[in-house]
């Protein structure tokens, strides 16, 4: 079955580390995105990428990184520069065919600070 | 600087119950609004509305869009516990294809 995968459920991030948060859809899309959600502020967007080799930067882009060398694939890297990076994160991807897009979600990995 | 505003933030309710949830939305250049169901991990998609389709309905949801006075209510009618979740609400504000602004979510919580 088509889906988003994301990878890990769970991850610990020490203090100065930097760590990245792997997604991975083969639903053939060329949009993918990258959201934050925090408990009552509902989903921000991070970055997101309308296809292979380029990028944009979201609402609270800094203190984060991508990288779209494939189409299948768009982590994210949470950098030392984010100072509060506990949160729930999810990636989502659509087929935009410029009149209306459906965002299409993974499961999200909850990244927490030791 | 597209804004979504979801209300109320919680509920809860007893099964059987009817419960509507409010979303505004002040936006660029409107092209969509959608709404999405969260239990536990993915949001998942439930409706989708446009300029040329305010409403839409699919067993006990169903949900309007008013483009003039900008807001959507879905209603969720004869409540089970399986409604329990977050509910969001989202605007494609035709600023870049595909970039939804999110509101903060309804917490529904439906008790037996």
């Known amino acids: 079955d088509g889906g988003i995968t994301q990878s890990p459920k769970y991850l610990f991030r020490k203090e100065g580390q930097n760590v990245t948060l792997s997604c991975e859809q083969n639903l053939n899309h060329d949009a993918m995105y990258w959201y934050r959600q925090d408990p009552g502020q509902g989903l921000r967007l991070i970055y997101y990428?309308?296809?292979?080799?380029?990028?944009q930067k979201g609402d609270i882009a800094e203190g984060y990184s991508v990288s779209r060398e494939k189409k299948e694939s768009f982590p994210l890297t949470v950098t030392s520069a984010q100072k509060n990076p506990t949160a729930f994160y999810l990636c989502?991807?659509?087929?935009?065919?410029?009149?209306?897009?459906?965002?299409?979600f993974g499961s999200g990995t909850q990244l927490s600070v030791l | 600087e597209d804004k979504v505003v979801q209300s109320p933030l919680s509920l809860v309710v007893h099964e059987g119950d009817t419960v509507t949830l409010n979303c505004s939305y002040e936006?660029?250049?409107?092209?969509?609004l959608l709404w999405y169901k969260q239990e536990k991990k993915a949001p998942t998609f439930l409706f989708m509305l446009t300029s040329s389709g305010i409403e839409k309905k699919s067993g006990r949801l169903s949900s309007i869009l008013d483009k003039k006075e900008l807001f959507s209510i879905l209603n969720i009618t004869a409540t089970q516990t399986g409604d329990s979740a977050i509910y969001l609400c989202a605007v494609d504000g035709g600023t870049s294809y595909g970039k939804l602004t999110f509101g903060q979510g309804t917490i529904l919580t439906v008790h037996p």
């Open positions: 989502a991807s659509s087929r935009p065919d410029g009149i209306n897009e459906k965002l299409f």
């Open positions: 936006v660029t250049n409107f092209r969509s």
């Open positions: 990428s309308q296809i292979v080799n380029d990028f």
